[in-house]
């Protein structure tokens, strides 16, 4: 990614407003961090804490030129400057993102949203009617999608390297919450469901795990025969999810998430199978991507090495042989997205290789899959449609 096609386009960077994310915020730096390293931002607004006394003093602690108290006063002052952000990062509890999302669309704002889209599917629709009308560019930071194998993996399918797809497995398997909740603290509002949403477990990790399997296949899951639950005695929310799957060509398949398997960190993981050979990669070490034809040996692709396809090419920034991997993951959404919109504000059609990145589109079948996994669950595991009619 030596070449900046932004400035190419706008003859300089956009102009990036941060929502969340403040100091402490694991995921605010890496939005931050991910906006810089391509150099395709300049990031000049923030708000950074509901807390407004703390909202200033971090983004003055970080180096903004506009901080800001509050969230509502970064859009419309942004909105009406003459030289103000031309688009909106949000990372802010899950309950928020659609006030944002909405408010920054609704004043010609491009939005790079933290996943999920929204709580409710009700929700995650409204915002993307306001993406299909106003024709912003709104981007959803499942960074998974951006490591290079990933991206390889998904070229291979569409060049048909491993024949029709049969069987797909997918799991996200983490363990930092194996420990009961400690009795009387503040849990924190992921484990609150109205600000949290529905399903903790399917809504932090569950999300990327079901995105992931639609990205590299290129297939939509039709119905799901789902459990959901928690395996900790006495969790008041889910730290588990199963589910069958069914693919829009027929193939089959299978789904489980958790935060509560003790000892393990974070082990997303996808195995595809076609007629042809199986491609298998895991999100800990994320520079190989394991190919196993019929009848042969195992291959073994990596990051700009041998058999590399330009999608994932595209989205490796040092030669073969060196390790990328969670930042550049996100940065690699960051970058496409930021094509995507410097493109829209000049009247270009942006590469194609850059219109990868998951969009409103995707978080709400997001929504829909976490739905329809819950109602599933909730009548028996009984099979249930999980497509979201257009």
């Given amino acids: 990614m030596d070449e900046n ?3 190419e386009m706008l003859g300089r960077r956009l102009r990036l407003a941060v929502i969340g994310g403040g100091p ?3 995921i605010g730096s890496m939005h931050r961090t991910a906006a810089r390293i391509d150099n395709r931002y300049e990031l000049v607004a923030s708000a950074l804490s509901s807390d407004p006394r703390r909202s200033l003093e971090y983004g003055h602690a970080l180096g903004f030129d506009r901080p800001y108290e509050r969230a509502s006063d970064l859009l419309d002052q942004e909105a009406a400057h003459p030289t103000g952000a031309d688009a909106v990062a949000i990372m802010t509890p899950n309950d928020s993102h659609h006030e944002y999302s909405m408010a920054a669309l609704d004043r010609g704002l491009d939005v790079i949203s933290d996943k999920p889209i929204a709580n409710t599917l009700t929700e995650a629709r409204e915002i993307l009617a306001n993406v299909e009308q106003t024709g912003l560019v709104f981007c959803l930071t499942h960074n998974y999608t951006g490591y290079p ?3 390889q993996a998904r070229a291979m399918v569409a060049e048909n390297a491993i024949g029709e797809i049969r069987l797909v497995q997918v799991e996200y398997v983490q363990g930092g919450k194996a420990k009961p909740d400690p009795a009387g603290d ?3 509002w992921r484990y609150d469901p109205e600000r949290g949403g529905p399903s903790l477990v399917l809504g932090d990790i569950g999300t ?4 992931l399997a639609r990205f590299v296949t290129g297939l939509e899951i039709t119905e799901v025969a789902g459990e959901v639950g928690h395996i900790v005695p006495n969790r008041r929310v889910d730290d588990y999810a199963g589910a069958l ?3 829009s060509n027929g193939a089959r398949g299978s789904f489980w998430v958790t935060q509560a398997a003790a000892g393990m960190e974070n082990c997303l993981r996808i195995r595809v199978s076609g007629a042809d050979a199986t491609i298998e990669w895991s ?3 994320p520079t190989r991507l394991i190919v196993r034809p019929i009848g042969k040996p195992a291959e073994l692709r990596t990051p700009n090495g041998p058999g590399t396809l330009p999608l994932a090419r595209r989205a490796s920034r040092i030669v073969a042989g060196h390790p990328e991997g969670f930042h550049e993951g996100f940065a690699t959404i960051y970058s496409d997205a930021a094509e995507a919109m410097a493109a829209r504000r000049v009247g270009l059609d942006p590469d194609p290789l850059a219109m990868h990145f998951p969009t409103a589109w995707d978080g709400a079948l997001g929504v829909k899959f976490v739905e329809a996994v819950i109602q599933s669950s909730q009548n028996a595991s009984a099979w249930t ?3 979201l009619e257009s």
Avoid: C, K, W, Y
Wanted: aromatic content about 8%; hydrophobic content about 40%.
């Fill in 245 to 247: 799957l069914r693919f």
């Fill in 24 to 26: 402490g915020s694991f």
């Fill in 208 to 211: 990327h795990a079901h995105n």
């Fill in 283 to 285: 999100q800990e070490t």
């Fill in 186 to 188: 503040d849990p924190g």
């Fill in 5 to 7: 096609p932004v400035i």
């Fill in 385 to 387: 449609n999980a497509m």
């Fill in 149 to 151: 194998m990933v991206r």
